[in-house]
């Protein structure tokens, strides 16, 4: 590492406090590889948009990162078709995969909402995260009875009395 590197200065920085400046213990080490020979990938969740996309890209070869992925969670109904293109062509350069999520899915997966017996709506995703967004949408048009299930499926996968439909192991 040169000393403008990012990395060696918060090395120095670290030593210069009184603490280490590196894994106390080497990394485990395996001999798997992907078909790449890569040793690991590197994913960056939620790039919501063209600019996004090319902060990101910029700063992962400033930096020396290898990004393999980037994903967007919005869902590509809040893009146009403009910025699709963009960030599609801006990755495809780059070398890098891109993930766009077909969201909103209201009824069929992951920030579906359903009406509760109480007759609330319950809005629910994979973390509870992405229903917030449904939640504030509901809340702008008027719906204010709303209902967050904070779990979501994260919190009901855990629980193996509840039904779930399971792929191959």
């Known amino acids: ?24 213990e080497a990394s ?10 890569a040793h690991y990938r590197v994913e960056i969740p939620s790039v919501e ?17 290898p990004v393999t992925r980037i994903s967007q969670g919005t869902g590509v109904g809040l893009l146009t078709d403009g910025e699709i293109a963009d ?38 995703c994979g973390s509870g995260v992405t229903a917030c967004h449904d939640l504030l949408a509901l809340a702008l048009a008027g719906r204010e009875d709303a209902l967050l299930y904070e779990g979501s499926w994260s919190d009901w996968a855990k629980d193996r009395s509840l039904p779930a439909a399971l792929g191959p192991a």
């Not at 090319?54 to 992962?60: Q, W």
């Not at 909402?113 to 809005?123: D, F, I, K, N």
């Open 1 to 24: 590492m040169s000393d403008t590197d990012p990395r060696r200065r918060t090395a120095d920085l670290l030593a210069a406090l009184g603490l280490p400046d590196r894994d106390r």
């Open 28 to 37: 485990a080490t395996s001999a798997l590889r992907f078909p790449d020979g």
């Open 49 to 65: 948009g063209p600019r996004c996309v090319e902060a990101v890209l910029g700063e992962a070869a400033r930096l020396g990162v």
């Open 87 to 124: 960030m599609v062509s801006m990755t495809a350069a780059a070398g890098v995969e891109l993930s766009l999520f077909a969201r909103p899915s209201a009824g069929w997966d992951a920030s579906a909402m359903s009406r509760a017996p109480a007759g609330a709506v319950v809005a629910y």
